[in-house]
């Protein structure tokens, strides 16, 4: 695997001409999808399997399927996900109902995405939302209890990886007391470390071996009162890597959002130095791409060792019957609609 650190996007339903060109030369490390690249199950099926043919190997290729408001794949082609927050509603009634619902889901967007050739969902959300927080989390989180959210968040990935798909945990170390949407504008925390490590960063503490990782492109002011995670080492080092204790491959969250500062080269850089593993780029402008690509080196030493572990994570689908199952999920979701 010869590959550049940097996951890119593309434009449309195919790649084009110029879009082929860039990937032969760039070598992106991954290809994350959205709902323009988004038509069919044929479509989709032709459209990751020619951004592998065309790098010439099983590069992962990723995408945004939480349920709720952040769902690339959906109806009529794809069935409907509730929001993180109807898997908490469960736990809070019984527990194990919560885990088991919340892993249920995870199998079955696997399956959706395997069949697809998609084997990397950004998933699962360990945020911990508080009250005057940014909407921009809301219900995609899995409660405002630490070990709450882990222990979903875990089942969520679980499911996932039993699936054959990997999960990238995120936004490390936390975007649910951020007071801005940070597509947007850079949101500040100026939260005590001490309560931040108690609440927010203590979420991501049972999930550190999960094999990816995105960062939160959030200021928390009582660590590193000028530099984003994404973009700070101290962050990295200090928080993700050392008191969280993820030593999986870190990427960006994408660098083109409204929350960092300086060109897009420069912000891949950043990133990069900080400590991210592979910047990602989402908006499929070719132009920014090619500055993101001649800022991001090919992939060596401690995240090269990374990204292949992550890749050794990737297994096969275990035995399981899709029909049976999504019945139930959808029995024990409508029944908690009803209590609702």
């Not at 760039?26 to 989709?44: C, D, E, M, Y």
Request: net charge negative; aromatic share 6%.
């Amino acid at each position: 695997m010869a590959a550049r650190a940097f996951i890119t996007g593309l434009a449309g339903l195919e790649v084009s001409a110029n879009e082929r060109a860039f990937l032969r030369e760039a070598q992106p490390w991954g290809l994350i999808i959205f709902k323009r690249n988004v038509s069919t199950h044929a479509q989709v099926q032709a459209f990751a399997r020619s951004f592998r043919d065309i790098l010439g190997w099983e590069a992962p290729v990723l995408v945004d399927q939480e349920g709720g408001r952040v769902q690339r794949l959906g109806p009529p082609q794809w069935p409907v996900y509730p929001p993180g927050a109807r898997y908490s509603a469960i736990y809070d009634r019984e527990p194990a109902a919560g885990l088991a619902a919340a892993r249920l889901a995870g199998r079955l967007i696997a399956a959706d995405l395997h069949a697809l050739g998609i084997d990397v969902d950004c998933l699962p959300i360990a945020d911990v939302p508080v009250v005057d927080g940014d909407p921009v989390i809301g219900d995609r989180a899995y409660g405002s209890e630490p070990a709450k959210v882990a222990a979903i968040a875990g089942a969520i990935a679980h499911g996932l990886l039993a699936g054959g798909v990997l999960p990238v945990l995120k936004h490390l170390p936390g975007h649910g007391r951020a007071t801005a949407d940070s597509h947007a504008r850079l949101p500040v925390v100026d939260t005590d470390r001490a309560i931040l490590e108690a609440s927010d960063f203590a979420a991501f503490r049972p999930l550190a071996q999960l094999p990816l990782g995105m960062t939160a492109h959030v200021v928390f002011s009582a660590i590193d009162p000028v530099a984003p995670a994404t973009t700070s080492v101290t962050m990295v080092r200090e928080v993700i890597r050392g008191f969280i204790g993820f030593q999986g491959l870190l990427m960006s969250d994408d660098v083109s959002m409204g929350a960092l500062s300086g060109t897009i080269p420069e912000r891949s850089r950043a990133a990069l130095a900080a400590g991210c593993d592979v910047v990602l780029h989402c908006n499929g402008d070719l132009a920014e791409m090619t500055a993101v690509a001649g800022a991001a080196p090919m992939l060596s030493g401690a995240a090269a060792k990374r990204a292949e572990a992550a890749l050794a994570a990737r297994s096969a689908p275990q035995d399981f019957d899709v029909e049976a199952a999504r019945k139930i999920f959808d029995e024990t979701i409508a029944q908690r609609n009803k209590v609702s």
